[in-house]
């Protein structure tokens, strides 16, 4: 997804201290949820695809403390589509 990929570089250059607020201040809520949408179609493994957050309504807070970090369990799948679904639900909770 280009429009994440731009926005994670923003996000890179320092000026946020999390990537959700940037996100916030960056998309509108549709654009949120299209992107929402769009990393839910991820099939990239099946780690990935357990825990990863498919609408706002879903409790991705408390999943995201208990997460840290299986990740460190490398099964050779850098794919941000679950990161980044916690972070995209996380500033749409923000928008409200
Ligand atoms: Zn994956
Ligand atoms: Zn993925």
Do not use: W
Not at 45 to 64: A, F, G, M, W
């Amino acid at each position: 997804m280009d429009l994440m990929k731009q926005l994670e570089d923003e996000y890179n250059l320092g000026e946020y201290e999390n990537f959700s607020s940037l996100l916030r201040d960056r998309l509108e809520k549709n654009q949120a949820l299209n992107i929402l949408t769009s990393l839910n179609t991820c099939n990239c493994c099946l780690k990935h695809t357990i825990n990863r957050p498919s609408s706002v309504d879903e409790h991705y807070l408390q999943e995201q403390q208990s997460e840290s970090y299986p990740d460190n369990i490398k099964m050779g799948c850098n794919c941000k589509c679950r990161h980044n679904s916690r972070h995209i639900c996380r500033a749409i909770n923000d928008m409200k």
